[in-house]
């Protein structure tokens, strides 16, 4: 299943964007989808996550400015980002974990938060 992901850009502090991502073709049982970013010289890490439940948890960093959210009918996710730091500069990527342990990602899509 592929993962197509848009709304990245440069925007300055304070700013917002929204980050879509969204499957391909139809996808049976997802049981998890999630965003992470990578900034250059860090490891990759987890930015939010929303379960199947509708659960969420978010990294302490962007608690607050970050709201992720789903829609089901369409094998979406977005990630919703305000008040943009410099620190959240990254390439950010979607996750979607489905079935039984299989998972697919997105290509990535950069993010730069500068003035």
């Known amino acids: 299943v592929q993962l197509v992901e848009s709304g990245g850009g440069l925007v300055q502090p304070g700013g917002s964007l929204r980050l879509d991502c969204a499957a391909s073709?139809?996808?049976?049982?997802?049981?998890?989808m999630g965003w992470y970013r990578q900034a250059p010289g860090k490891q990759r890490e987890l930015v939010a996550v929303?379960?199947?439940?509708?659960?969420?948890r978010y990294a302490d960093s962007v608690k607050g400015r970050f709201t992720i959210s789903r829609d089901n009918a369409k094998n979406t996710v977005y990630l919703q980002m305000n008040s943009l730091k410099p620190e959240d500069t990254a390439v950010y990527y979607c996750?979607?974990?489905?079935?039984?342990?299989?998972?697919?990602w997105g290509q990535g899509t950069q993010v730069t938060v500068s003035s």
């Open positions: 929303i379960t199947s439940g509708g659960s969420t």
């Open positions: 073709s139809s996808i049976f049982r997802i049981n998890a």
């Open positions: 996750n979607f974990e489905y079935g039984m342990g299989a998972e697919s």
